[in-house]
């Protein structure tokens, strides 16, 4: 069972870029997806969550309005679009999987019970 995700890189303050998360081994179409970044000497934070069918998100509140989370579960695939980005949104970025359903709690890195190996963004000012 893995997460694979992609699509980072390198980017200038200001630029886009969309990481993708394709899920290989059993299916994810009922879970909680979501991600998580990690900046260099900081905890892993939330970024943003989507429910089962789509119809739920979630957004970390310094994402809100910059960041989209979108999925297709014929593909099993999880998608982030990041706009404006900043260089505080510099990390590596982790795919998730949640299989407890959506709440509140999705924010929580221990409920999460499959993780992607990460993707690197660097956001140069």
């Known amino acids: 069972v893995q997460l694979q995700a992609s699509g980072g890189g390198l980017v200038q303050a200001g630029g886009s870029l969309r990481l993708s998360c394709a899920g290989t081994?059993?299916?994810?179409?009922?879970?909680?997806m979501a991600w998580f970044r990690q900046a260099p000497g900081k905890e892993r934070e939330f970024v943003a969550g989507?429910?089962?069918?789509?119809?739920?998100?979630m957004y970390a509140d310094s994402m809100k309005g910059r960041f989209t989370i979108s999925r297709d579960s014929a593909k099993n695939t999880v998608y982030l679009q990041m706009n404006s980005l900043k260089p505080e949104d510099t990390g590596v970025y982790f795919c998730?999987?949640?299989?407890?359903?959506?709440?509140?709690?999705?924010?929580?890195?221990?409920?999460?019970?499959?993780w992607g190996q990460g993707t690197l963004v660097t956001v140069s000012s």
């Open positions: 998730t999987s949640c299989s407890t359903g959506w709440g509140p709690w999705i924010t929580a890195a221990a409920a999460h019970d499959y």
């Open positions: 081994g059993r299916t994810f179409s009922t879970n909680v």
């Open positions: 989507i429910n089962w069918n789509a119809d739920h998100v």
